[in-house]
């Protein structure tokens, strides 16, 4: 069970970093390597440490050709190329990568009161105030067919905030589509790319018969960022934060992962006051789930369930499949973007406690996905601000294929 134990590698490691006169991670001359450690796993795990590097596996790739991505300081590269692992470069200078980010934009002026938010939102990242901004433009917009909502409070008291949209059938009265985005702190796409998604049904709704269809076939919550304190601390601190910012008794270390913590088939401590508890209560929704998916990056793959175990299956598993082909199809259209599809288990790796598990079993979601977008590890979490349009574009291809055939 090689790759259940390399799962324990995820825990992040005790790393000197370097900070500029803000208080800001500096992340300059690291470089990023794919490593391949074959069956050296736990040997690996104690030379990254010794080495100070920084593990950015989100996924390890399939259980039969597992890798890690890992970022090494430059002081350290010449001791890391030493050690001869079977490796390929990613990046050769991560704070480069970051610099390509670009600048946070100013939040785009509104042409008139109830407009929608222009589409150059989408050409850069924001600061997090604006994405509340963003979020309360396209409901003012749309102010009839939708609402604001919340997902309760994270654990530094922000609001998790969101948005309901509902059809002419009025609101709650369709099955839900619920969309999560920036569960992890930072892969920052994942929060743009489901904003660029409500922004097509809202411009939409009143001049294309298919996706008023869509709305009024389905009521949709959408939280793009359902991790906040983790994403205020990516753009303040720490652009590689992973988790979010709870503290917990008993431990210096500050984070939970909130997308390893829904209370299903999960044995850590404290699943009650777990942040996955609070988003799955959200979720007992009286028409039911059609869909829900939890966005993330990066890696390119569509993820059914199950991740606790390989030999499960979900009871409507050939339809999740052949939806799942047919949706990276759809994405693969525009600019030819591969996403690789099929259960978690089976695709890369046993993994407890994930939401798509708790919405398939506990709230009875028909399908239950999590979606890693761009890219396959080159640019990785820091995807540059001019991929965030065509991400968000082949995407709402995928949905619109999605939403008219599940
Ligand atoms: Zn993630």
Redesign the pocket.
């Known amino acids: 069970m090689k790759f259940l134990k390399s799962l324990l590698l995820v825990a992040p490691l005790t790393v000197a970093l370097r900070l500029d006169r803000r208080g800001k991670v500096i992340y300059d001359g690291y470089k990023i390597f794919r490593v391949a450690p074959g069956d050296n796993v736990a040997d690996f795990e104690a030379r990254l440490e010794s080495l100070e590097a920084i593990d950015l596996t989100?996924n390890h790739g399939h259980i039969d050709e597992e890798h890690f991505d890992i970022a090494v300081p430059p002081e350290n590269l010449s001791a890391f190329e030493g050690l001869n692992f079977t490796s390929e470069v990613l990046t050769e200078d991560l704070g480069v990568d970051i610099a390509l980010e670009g600048e946070f934009a100013e939040y785009p002026e509104l042409s008139a009161v109830a407009a929608l938010p222009s589409l150059s939102w989408f050409n850069a990242y924001h600061a997090y105030s604006d994405h509340l901004t963003f979020l309360k433009d396209i409901q003012s917009s749309f102010s009839s067919n939708s609402e604001l909502i919340t997902a309760g409070k994270s654990f530094e008291g922000r609001d998790i905030q969101g948005i309901h949209l509902w059809g002419s059938g009025g609101k709650d009265s369709k099955p839900a589509v619920y969309f999560h985005g920036n569960?992890?702190a930072r892969?920052w796409i994942?929060s743009k790319v489901v904003e660029y998604l409500t922004y097509q049904l809202v411009a939409n709704y009143n001049n294309d018969t298919t996706i008023k269809g869509f709305l009024d076939s389905y009521d949709f919550y959408i939280l793009p960022i359902v991790n906040p304190d983790g994403f205020l601390y990516t753009q303040t601190t720490n652009r590689l934060w992973?988790k979010n910012r709870q503290t917990r008794s008993g431990t210096s270390a500050v984070g939970t992962d909130v997308?390893r913590n829904w209370p299903y088939k999960w044995d850590g401590e404290g699943s009650s006051t777990s942040p996955g508890s609070a988003l799955g209560d959200q979720l007992a929704k009286k028409k039911g789930i059609k869909l829900y998916i939890d966005w993330?990056?990066y890696g390119q793959y569509i993820l059914t369930p199950y991740g606790y175990s390989c030999s499960a299956a979900a009871s409507n598993q050939a339809k999740q499949n052949s939806l799942a082909k047919n949706t990276a199809s759809a994405i693969a259209k525009p600019y030819g973007t591969q996403f690789t599809t099929g259960p978690i288990c089976s695709t890369l790796y046993a993994a407890a406690g994930g939401s798509n598990d708790y919405v398939t079993d506990v709230n009875k979601a028909e399908f239950g996905w999590a979606i890693?977008l761009r890219d396959t590890g080159r640019n990785g979490f820091t995807l540059p601000a001019n991929q965030i349009l065509p991400t968000g574009i082949e995407v709402w291809e995928g949905m619109k294929y999605l939403f008219a055939n599940m």
């Open positions: 989100h569960v992890h892969e994942s992973r997308n993330h990056s890693e």
